[in-house]
């Protein structure tokens, strides 16, 4: 799912092609995309697009009039930059937005259709559309202490749910705790005032950064390969290869279908993290280091 630094990339894109445009035409091909019936599509065709916002994970074209399109992507959607009028992908596409200067398809590269497009009008009906969690890039440490621990969830969960922090995914916040040198799994209120400056820290160094080199290496064109795995993570989708930093393999945990990547010898002191299903499974026969893993793989 595109988060925080692949939103932001994709609005340092649009800006230059649709802000001072009028959106012309407004052509549906998927009718599950559409979740909203008030404002109609009338009232949002023909309308010039003021600005360009990110709400949490989702993208924001603010219209002329207080009228707004919130565009969801979810896990499989991505944007496409064409030829205007051009026409929407067969199997893959969903919608299309048409401007004087080109024309932005909609696509998603999964059955399963999970993408969500809505039309509101006013800033309160925008506001539904909000989860909630404060931005990480624009607040002070004690603002993200507060958020972190006033419950008490791992920290991964902490960093991911939308509730308390703005566009924190999967992908950005594997690369924050191997940054911070945390455990994925250390409960929020354990978390010292050391480890809690370290993870502000590696959360806004490891998004402030990734938000610079996407745009740097996309130049000024429109980004074509929006992905959650990309070769410069360290920890992210590297299962099994060396960690960037000490050499040793990275690890995973899987809770049903996500999977979280991290250096046991950075993060968790050498201790290798079971998730639920393979602790019952395997219960005293878990290797508990990287010593007994090897041990294990190698037949001694």
Not at 147 to 169: C, M, Q, W, Y
Request: with cysteine; aromatic share 8%; net charge positive.
């Amino acid at each position: 799912m595109p988060e925080l630094p692949d939103i932001e990339l994709y609005l340092h894109a649009l800006r230059p092609r649709v802000v001072g445009q009028v959106l012309n035409e407004f052509r549906l091909a998927s009718p599950f995309l559409l979740r909203s019936v008030d404002p109609p599509v009338e009232d949002v065709v023909g309308k010039r697009v003021i600005d360009l916002r990110r709400l949490g994970k989702r993208l924001v074209f603010v219209l002329e009039e207080d009228l707004f399109i919130v565009l969801h992507l979810m896990i499989a959607g991505r944007l496409r930059w064409k030829g205007a009028r051009a026409k929407i992908p067969r199997r893959l596409g969903l919608a299309a937005f048409d401007f004087d200067g080109g024309t932005l398809l909609l696509t998603e590269a999964s059955k399963k259709k999970r993408a969500a497009l809505y039309f509101c009008r006013g800033e309160d009906a925008l506001d539904a559309h909000d989860p909630g969690g404060i931005e990480p890039l624009e607040i002070d440490f004690k603002a993200f202490r507060d958020a972190l621990t006033e419950h008490n969830h791992t920290v991964k969960r902490g960093l991911t749910d939308p509730r308390i922090f703005s566009g924190i995914g999967n992908a950005y916040s594997d690369e924050i705790l191997h940054r911070a040198k945390l455990s994925p799994l250390i409960w929020t209120q354990r978390l010292s005032e050391k480890q809690l400056r370290q993870l502000y820290d590696a959360t806004r160094e490891v998004l402030r950064q990734w938000v610079i080199r996407l745009q740097q290496q996309n130049g000024g064109g429109f980004p074509e390969k929006v992905t959650a795995f990309r070769p410069e993570m360290a920890a992210h989708g590297k299962y099994g290869e060396p960690c960037p930093v000490c050499g040793d393999p990275i690890q995973r945990i899987v809770f049903a279908d996500r999977e979280t990547n991290y250096c046991a010898t950075c993060q968790t002191g050498g201790k290798l993290l079971a998730d639920r299903s393979l602790s019952r499974l395997l219960k005293g026969d878990w290797p508990r280091s990287l010593e007994e893993l090897e041990s294990v793989r190698s037949g001694k």
